[in-house]
């Protein structure tokens, strides 16, 4: 019985495929199971499912994962060697030059979209080369070769004017948020997404010339048009898409309320509702049922998740508040490292830098802010070197100079933690160091204008690095240890460069670069500023709670003791009246006042692409300029120490 059973399993043992010809390439490349030996004739049951070429090679040899990288990264060197070029032949066509890792491998394009789920299945590369067939089919659904004119509440825009804004977008905005198609036609994009359509133009109307109603004509819509776009019927990937622009480009705030910090939050929540904080499994959050994503889809996902994690971390930051890490939004470690795996080198590199950051503020308030002891100074030194080593390793990776001021931004953020101490500043050595930080991001920023001509189409974390590095040098230079230390002389430089750079981001009269321009300029040429009411230095911040930005808001509120003091009472408006108080009567003798004491010698802010400055007018610091830097509102806010007291009563502190 035993030898007719061996006799059998030999009989079949011929009919198996001999060893190392029984898996395809691509699964041996992957040491994944393959079937393909049970009928060589057809596709293994995971390249079928993949959608990719079934090869059995006999000479097939397993390709080294890190050796794959490096050829990738040589690859895409030899990309941007080549845009660089063709930029130089021909100056008018000015592609976005940061190309994704989907551009990158050169992957035959055919989109299919299904606008019920937000999945996209053969997704196309962020910038192909060729019209694709479903553009067309939209472009022939509207019925017109030429742009077609819109109107958004009464706010007409003409085709011609849509074209330029379009093409501006593209030339100058799109390579620091590189998400859309700019081979898309802007008809198109408003079938696909009436609300991501007008998003673009909003964002392009703050350095549009020929039209420069337009920012205010569409602003507070277009911010309507953010929030309800969550009812909408559009795919969610273009939801995404206009959010992420209007967090990257924010409108002036004028007379609304901000909408940032809500809005980021609603963009993270719309993303993870959808999948997109796991590519490799967002066919699972589908409504309907879709096969799995494909390893373009998955790749084109990734990017766009990041995107939104950096654009939700930045936002918490410039609002001084501890962001979600990236840890507290994956679903495990493998995952986690997939997504690394997918998205570009340059798009690690941000997300390493804003990690780190994240991290380092949530390690800064376990340390304790309000009030530090001595050994809890030493202990945030310790901490904020350690961070700093870590940004150091990062610095060792960066090649391109355009992923430098993220390495610059990262350091400037961890060190302006410094300013939190008061007995070790000086023997700790974190002011000289402080100093070439934020000297070398402004010296970044004014190599960006000179390369681009103009700074209006400045992201907001451009606007929000020059803004901590003028407060950072502005402080450090009113202080008793500017004389000890070094570079004195490059931070004046750098700080008076800072006023300059605003002028040429400041697109409207009320946003912050045109606000940080007043405040700066006459905090600088004050007396009282950071000085107790007998003339000694104020070393200690009174903000103490709103991390990074602390340091800001504390300089706007000596701004505040000084040169408006009046406006206070409009904040606290809505508390009870005691006409008996003193400080009321305080407060009621301060309205008189003018509402800002203005600087004879103060230029004009705010300016065109050319740097045309406007007329100089009237500035009003109302509680709307007020609600911008998001202070306190109320004394309790502030810290009191040295026995100076935070009353309001300017008699009280200020000589």
């Not at 992957?30 to 057809?42: E, G, I, N, R, T």
């Not at 890792?101 to 992957?107: R, S």
């Not at 991501?196 to 337009?214: D, H, K, M």
């Not at 009191?640 to 009353?647: E, W, Y």
Request: proline letters at 6%.
């Amino acid at each position: 019985m035993f030898f007719v059973w061996n006799r059998a399993e030999m009989g079949r043992a011929r009919h198996l495929p001999k060893k190392g010809k029984k898996a395809c390439d691509e699964c041996r490349q992957q040491k994944a199971k393959c079937d393909v030996y049970l009928d060589p004739d057809q596709p293994c049951y995971r390249c079928r499912k993949l959608k990719i070429d079934c090869i059995v090679s006999d000479g097939f040899t397993r390709e080294h994962k890190r050796q794959r990288l490096e050829d990738l990264e040589r690859e895409r060197e030899q990309l941007r060697q080549q845009l660089q070029n063709s930029q130089q032949v021909n100056p008018h066509f000015t592609p976005i030059d940061l190309l994704t890792a989907a551009a990158e491998m050169k992957v035959p394009i055919e989109p299919k979209h299904d606008d019920s789920s937000g999945v996209w299945q053969d997704p196309p590369a962020p910038y192909p080369q060729e019209h694709t067939a479903p553009v067309n089919a939209l472009s022939k659904l509207e019925g017109h070769d030429a742009t077609l004119p819109r109107t958004l509440k009464g706010t007409t825009v003409t085709g011609q004017e849509i074209d330029d804004l379009y093409q501006l977008f593209f030339r100058h905005f799109a390579s620091f948020l590189p998400i859309l198609d700019p081979q898309i036609t802007p008809n198109a994009y408003y079938a696909q997404s009436p609300f991501l359509f007008w998003a673009v133009i909003g964002v392009c109307s703050r350095s549009y010339l020929q039209n420069p109603t337009l920012q205010t004509a569409l602003a507070q819509d277009i911010t309507e048009m953010a929030f309800m776009s969550v009812l909408s019927t559009c795919a969610p990937w273009h939801t995404i898409q206009g959010m992420l622009l209007l967090l990257t480009w924010p409108f002036p705030k004028e007379n609304r309320p901000d909408v940032t910090f809500p809005l980021s939050g609603m963009l993270l929540h719309v993303a993870m509702q959808n999948g997109f904080h796991i590519p490799m499994s967002s066919h699972e959050f589908s409504r309907v049922s879709i096969p799995a994503p494909s390893e373009l889809d998955m790749v084109r996902r990734s990017e766009l998740w990041v995107h939104c994690v950096l654009v939700y971390q930045r936002s918490c930051v410039i609002k001084g508040q501890s962001p979600r890490n990236l840890v507290n939004l994956a679903q495990d470690p493998t995952q986690r490292q997939m997504l690394f795996d997918k998205i570009a080198p340059s798009l690690v590199l941000k997300l390493r830098c804003q990690e780190l950051v994240t991290k380092c503020s949530d390690a800064v308030l376990e340390n304790g802010v309000r009030a530090m002891s001595l050994d809890q100074e030493r202990s945030l030194d310790i901490l904020l070197r350690r961070y700093e080593s870590q940004v150091d390793e990062l610095e060792l990776q960066t090649v391109a100079d355009d992923e430098r001021y993220h390495l610059l931004l990262c350091r400037m953020a961890i060190q302006s933690f410094h300013f939190y101490k008061s007995q070790t500043t000086v023997s700790s050595a974190c002011l000289p160091r402080l100093i070439v930080t934020a000297c070398n991001l402004i010296d970044h920023v004014q190599a960006l204008r000179d390369r681009m001509g103009f700074l209006s189409m400045a992201p907001v974390q451009i606007g929000f690095g020059v803004l901590l590095a003028s407060i950072s040098l502005l402080r450090i230079l009113k202080s008793n240890m500017a004389c000890s230390v070094l570079e004195t002389s490059r931070a004046r430089t750098c700080f008076f460069a800072t006023i300059n750079l605003a002028k040429q981001m400041s697109t409207d009269r009320t946003d912050i670069a045109a606000k940080t321009i007043t405040i700066v300029n006459q905090l600088w040429n004050s007396s009282k500023a950071f000085r107790k009411a007998d003339g000694s230095e104020y070393t200690v911040l009174r903000i103490r709670s709103r991390l990074i930005l602390s340091q800001i808001l504390d300089a706007v509120w000596w701004w505040r003791d000084e040169f408006d003091p009046g406006a206070r009472a409009k904040v606290r408006g809505t508390e009870p009246f005691d006409s008996s108080s003193s400080r009321n009567h305080a407060l009621l003798a301060d309205t008189s006042r003018p509402a800002t004491a203005s600087n004879p010698n103060l230029e004009p802010f705010g300016s065109s692409i050319q740097n045309q400055s406007a007329p100089q007018e009237q500035f009003q610091m109302d509680e709307d300029f007020f609600a911008d830097f998001e202070w306190a509102l109320s004394d309790d806010a502030l810290l009191s120490l040295d026995g100076f007291s935070t009353d309001w009563s300017i008699a009280n502190h200020l000589p």
